[in-house]
């Protein structure tokens, strides 16, 4: 729903530098059946060279090897046709090119249950144990995350329990990372995301085009929150929530709406009627609140008569970073609806 805004604090760089520093142990201690290390006579540790390691005699050497080592190596030595599916790929496009470059690698690598079964794409793009380790916490101390990106309507911001940051929200894979492996740990393909959005409603459904973190997206202009009196509600007599009606419409384009479309994916207009009661407060404020009385108000007060209007309506401010507030963009909307903005 909503553009996510990189600021200059997005660093993509630092991203990439981590990332590809991240060591992988060359050896792995050989465990028994209760996955506790084995022990020789002498009371060593006994060691063996990682599986994924197996045949590298560069490694051998090493106690570890840092991941784009290992990805070069992969591509250098044809391990799982690494050297095909990656030919003209490098790393950096593939952990922080951005969103346009991400459907290019996609176009250029012929996903198939191949790539998806690819041991070797697997084990270095695994996404699980980076998340926890850092992932997430990039994402926390890069970018000001409050609400869901799909919906706006959860705030999914990170809070503080004794000192330790914790965060309230997920990381929706845009092209899912059981089909497209290789794209999990794409910068650009993480959507900080609410948990209805990522795992109850989009699961592995795929738009094209229509990610927040794509600079072109842009629902905030394309769809609009429009406001509809039901046919009972007569003399434009709005009295309760059953007078009212809201939903999302596309303006001059068809890239939202549809049957696997964005707005349907998401279930947005069904979610958002459940909280009609916002735009529903925001009617009975305008019949309180006409511009005569507003005028009345200020010369009481000697308060600005627009600085009232925003007090009085929660207006939003043109240049608001929306993603900042839930429900931010339903209120924009049906403020220019009720003609409260221009
Ligand atoms: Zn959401």
């Known amino acids: 729903m909503l ?15 981590d990332i ?8 792995l201690c050989k ?35 840092t991941l784009l080592e290992v990805f070069n190596k992969f ?10 599916i990656f030919k003209d790929i490098s790393f950096k496009c593939l952990l922080i090119g951005n969103f346009k470059t991400i459907q290019e690698i996609k176009q250029n690598i012929q996903t198939d249950s191949a790539i998806k079964e690819n041991k070797s794409i697997k084990f270095l793009f695994d996404y699980t144990n980076l998340r ?12 000001n995350i409050s609400t869901c990106y799909y919906c706006n309507i959860d705030y999914i911001n990170s809070y503080n329990v004794e000192k330790k940051k914790k965060n309230k929200f997920t990381l929706d894979h845009y092209y899912d990372k059981s089909t497209y492996p290789y794209l999990s740990l794409s910068l650009y393909n993480l959507v900080p ?82 909280h009609k009661d916002i735009v529903f407060e925001m009617i009975k404020k305008a019949e309180l609140y006409p511009e005569s009385r507003l005028k009345e108000l200020q010369d009481l007060t000697g308060i600005p008569y627009q600085q009232i ?17 839930p429900f931010s963009k339903l209120i924009k909307d049906i403020s220019k609806e009720l003609e409260l903005i221009k």
């Open 3 to 17: 553009k996510i805004n990189y600021s200059k604090n997005f660093d993509k760089n630092k991203y990439l530098k």
């Open 20 to 27: 590809s520093n991240k060591p992988f142990r060359v050896y």
């Open 31 to 65: 465990k028994d059946k209760n996955n506790k290390c084995i022990k020789d006579d002498n009371n060593k540790t006994i060691r063996n060279i990682r599986t994924e390691f197996k045949n590298i005699d560069d490694f051998k050497q090493k106690k570890t090897v």
């Open 75 to 84: 591509k250098e030595i044809k391990k799982d046709n690494f050297d095909i």
């Open 132 to 143: 926890k380790t850092y992932i997430s916490l990039f994402f926390e101390n890069n970018l």
């Open 193 to 274: 995301s609410c948990y209805a959005c990522n795992s109850k409603l989009k699961g592995i459904v795929e738009f094209t085009n229509l990610s927040p973190s794509f600079q072109k997206f842009d629902f905030k202009n394309k769809v609009k929150f429009k406001l509809f009196l039901t046919e009972n509600c007569v003399d434009l007599n709005i009295k309760s929530l059953k007078n009212i009606d809201i939903e999302l419409k596309e303006n001059y384009s068809n890239d939202y709406n549809g049957e696997k479309g964005y707005i349907e994916t998401f279930k947005l207009n069904e979610r958002y009627k459940a």
């Open 309 to 325: 209007k925003k007090d009085i309506f929660n207006l939003i401010d043109d240049d608001m970073d929306l993603s900042q507030k």
